[in-house]
């Protein structure tokens, strides 16, 4: 047997090894899409604040729901999408869509989440309303950065970005609607787009 009949073995080997502790169907073209939803989503709610007249946001107030209905659109757009392209792929794959390695990757993705959304409600409720931003990414980073051993290992570099702005959002309340569109809409843009070419493109 030659070197690079050794070199195919081991390959296929690592491969069969990846799909059995790894969900690796994650789609980059979902996050292309999920960034792109959250643009317009920023875009829609930058203007709606802007048409107030004010430059703030009061829990009961019209523009308020306004904005959550609007980001509730964005964040079920992101995750039909993400299942779509997610589904495909994985048939494509020839990979199993529901089974335990996709419970694992969804109970340490949820898990922070949840915890996060109860949070940033409950403060909502006592109307502080400065940190909003800063919990979102910081959260979202959790979940991602929990989750990224059960999926694909690039996606930790995307909750380290996360983390970083919600840090950084938390030190600079007042540019919170900017660091949240770097980092739900650019980042997912940018991450997206890299690995739709470094796994989806070739396939």
């Known amino acids: 047997m030659s070197s690079k009949d050794y070199l195919k073995d081991i390959s296929e080997i690592k491969n069969l090894m990846n799909k059995s502790s ?3 169907s ?3 073209l979902s996050g292309i899409l999920a960034g792109i939803y959250a643009l317009i989503g920023a875009g829609f709610a930058y203007w709606l604040v802007q048409q107030s007249g004010r430059d703030y946001l009061i829990l009961d107030g ?3 729901r306004l904005i959550l209905f609007d980001l509730l659109i964005v964040g079920a757009l992101s995750i039909g999408t993400a299942i779509f392209f997610t589904t495909k792929k994985a048939k494509k794959n020839d990979e199993k869509i529901w089974d335990s390695l996709t419970k694992r990757l969804l109970i340490n993705f949820l898990v922070p989440l949840v915890a996060g959304a109860i949070y940033i409600i409950t403060i909502l409720n006592q109307q502080k309303y400065g940190q909003t ?3 979102m990414l910081l959260f979202y980073g959790f979940a991602l950065l929990n989750a990224s051993k059960y999926t694909l290992g ?6 380290y970005t996360q983390i970083i702005l919600g840090l950084l ?7 919170g609607f900017w660091f949240w569109v770097i980092g739900f809409g650019f980042m997912h843009i940018i991450y997206g787009a890299l690995m739709y070419f470094k796994y989806d493109k070739n396939n």
Do not use: E, Q, T
Request: proline share 4%; charged share 15%; hydrophobic share 45%.
């Open 22 to 24: 790894k969900f690796i």
């Open 26 to 28: 994650l789609s980059g």
């Open 62 to 64: 019209k523009v308020f």
């Open 133 to 135: 931003g800063a919990l």
């Open 154 to 159: 690039d996606i930790r570099y995307l909750g």
């Open 169 to 175: 959002c938390a030190f600079y309340p007042g540019y």
